[in-house]
C-alpha cells in the first residue's frame, strides 16, 4: 500500500464513450502527477499539479482532461479516445514539486479503448 | 537532448546469483537519480535515490552506484530471489528552472528457480 489509491484498476472503453479515472493521495502531499504507460516505453508524464494548479500538460491531447479538486483528489477524463491511447495510467504524488522529492506511484488504472 | 538509457533490455538469472543492471544518461544540470521496481501491473516503488556527491546507497539487497562524471548508475542486485522478477527503472532529474525528470525504459529482470 503506496497511499495512492486509484479506481477502477481495469477500464474498457469504446472510442465515443466518456469515461473518468480518479486517484486519492493519503500522504499529505501537495503535488500530483498523470503517467503513461505504455508496452515497452518510458513512462511519460502527462500533467502535473502543485497546491491544485496545474504547473505542466506535456502536450498532452485534448481528449485527456485532468481535474485536481483539492491536493488530494486527481481525475482524468476521458472523451474520443483512440485505440493507442490503451496503456496504464498511473497516478504519483509528491511532497513538493522539486526534484529532491520522492514520487510514490499509485498501482494504475489499465485502460483498453476498443 | 537530456536521455536516460538502460541496459540490458530485458534478463534472465537463477535463484540466488547476482546481478547489475546499468543506467547512462545525458542528463544535465544532474539533480538526483533514483532506481524504481515495477512489478507487473503495479506502480513502481522507489529503491533508491543518489545525488551528485553520492556514489553509493543500499537498500538490503539492492546496491546502486552512481558515478557522475561518466554518467552511469548501475543497479546490483546480490542472492537474487524470485520475487525480484520485476522491471528496474532508473530515472534522472534535472533542474532547467522547473520540475524535469526523464524515466529510462526499464530493465524486465526474470528470477528463476
Known amino acids: 500500500e503506496t497511499g495512492v489509491t486509484q479506481t477502477p484498476r481495469h477500464l474498457v472503453m469504446g472510442m465515443t464513450n466518456k469515461k473518468s479515472l480518479k486517484c486519492e493521495q493519503h500522504l499529505g502531499h501537495n503535488a500530483m502527477y498523470w503517467y503513461k504507460q505504455s508496452a515497452k516505453k518510458p513512462l511519460e508524464l502527462m500533467f502535473v499539479?502543485?497546491?491544485?494548479?496545474?504547473?505542466e500538460n506535456n502536450s498532452v491531447p485534448s481528449r485527456f482532461s485532468p481535474e485536481c479538486p483539492n491536493s488530494s483528489h486527481l481525475f482524468l477524463h476521458l472523451h474520443t479516445l483512440q485505440p493507442e491511447d490503451s496503456a496504464l495510467y498511473l497516478c504519483?504524488?509528491?511532497?513538493?514539486?522539486?526534484?529532491?522529492?520522492?514520487?510514490?506511484f499509485g498501482e494504475g488504472s489499465w485502460l483498453t479503448v476498443v | 537532448k537530456n536521455q536516460v538509457e538502460q541496459s540490458p533490455q530485458s534478463l534472465i538469472i537463477l535463484e540466488g546469483k547476482n546481478c547489475t543492471l546499468q543506467?547512462?544518461?545525458?542528463?544535465?544540470?544532474?539533480?538526483?537519480l533514483r532506481w524504481y521496481k515495477q512489478d507487473t501491473g503495479r506502480g513502481p516503488v522507489s529503491l533508491t535515490i543518489?545525488?551528485?556527491?553520492?556514489n553509493t546507497k543500499s537498500n538490503g539487497r539492492y546496491t546502486a552506484t552512481l558515478d557522475a562524471d561518466t554518467k552511469q548508475s548501475s543497479l546490483h542486485i546480490t542472492a537474487s530471489q524470485l520475487s525480484d522478477s520485476a522491471s528496474y527503472i532508473c530515472?534522472?532529474?534535472?533542474?532547467?528552472?522547473?520540475?524535469?525528470?526523464?524515466f529510462g525504459a526499464g530493465t524486465r529482470l526474470f528470477v528463476k528457480a
Open positions: 543506467c547512462n544518461y545525458t542528463v544535465s544540470p544532474f539533480s538526483n
Open positions: 504519483a504524488s509528491s511532497q513538493g514539486q522539486g526534484t529532491g522529492n520522492t514520487i510514490y
Open positions: 499539479y502543485n497546491f491544485k494548479e496545474q504547473t
Open positions: 543518489m545525488t551528485f556527491s553520492e
Open positions: 530515472v534522472v532529474s534535472f533542474n532547467t528552472g522547473g520540475f524535469k525528470t526523464i
